[in-house]
């Protein structure tokens, strides 16, 4: 899987869009970008993944640049809740490969 | 749908003694699971590879005679911590991989299991 590089923290006013970037600049062509984020003393949540469109839920959207060398999680009004670590992860996902978690944004969603 | 549970939430012990720790997929059939170690302000590290019916899988550095893994059936898998020490207290995670249907693959995980070895 292709490694990932995420600032280590973030703040953001509550109520403002949250934009967390992610660089992977060696992502292979079948490689998706997946987003997840841990609440402390939780287990991990899935956000969103996608693999070059744009893409968006009901939590948040993700924005890949073309070449897909970089991606941005925007959680669109940020709410206390909100504060967690964002993990950002490239894998094949139909296959039978691990999931690994590098450090991490750290947000901050301050009143 | 996609749950997986941990139980217990969290758990107190004895230095020298054992502790089980049991992941189970809810709502679906997972062929193989994985075990993650969290310490305090650290990212996920993933201990073993759990397939059912066959040995765990270990990562390098990760005592296999000490952290017994067990998944006995396509929804249940064991991670016995044995002979616990201080060191060994962490929070557990675990997740379980769609066997099949239209999450086919993907991981799901648990809400972890906090252990306190004193």
């Known amino acids: 899987d292709a490694k990932t590089t995420q600032p280590p923290s973030m703040d953001c006013a509550e109520g403002r869009a949250a934009n967390l970037p992610c660089n992977h600049s060696t992502i292979s062509g079948n490689e998706y970008v997946y987003w997840y984020r841990q609440i402390h003393s939780q287990g991990p949540q899935y956000i969103i993944h996608?693999?070059?469109n744009n893409e968006t839920n009901e939590m948040a959207s993700l924005i890949i640049t073309e070449d897909r060398k970089s991606s941005t999680l925007i959680l669109p009004h940020a709410t206390l809740r909100d504060t967690a670590v964002y993990y950002c992860?490239?894998?094949?996902?139909?296959?039978?490969?691990?999931?690994?978690f590098g450090a991490g944004t750290r947000l901050t969603v301050k009143p | 749908g996609a749950v997986v549970s941990q139980h217990p939430s969290w758990v107190i012990c004895k230095s020298g003694t054992s502790v089980k720790i049991e992941c189970r997929s809810l709502?679906?059939?997972?062929?193989?699971m994985f075990w993650y170690r969290q310490f305090p302000k650290q990212s996920l590290m993933l201990m073993a590879t759990?397939?059912?019916?066959?040995?765990?899988?270990?990562e390098q550095g990760v005592e296999k005679d000490k952290f017994l893994i067990n998944h006995a059936s396509l929804t249940l898998s064991t991670l016995t911590v044995t002979s616990a020490h201080p060191e060994d207290s962490s929070f557990y995670i675990c997740s379980a991989r769609m066997s099949s249907g239209a999450s086919y693959n993907e991981q799901f995980f648990g809400p972890g299991t906090r252990l306190t070895v004193l």
């Open positions: 996608g693999l070059k």
């Open positions: 992860i490239v894998r094949v996902p139909y296959n039978n490969n691990d999931m690994r």
């Open positions: 709502d679906f059939q997972a062929t193989t």
């Open positions: 759990s397939n059912e019916g066959s040995k765990a899988t270990y």
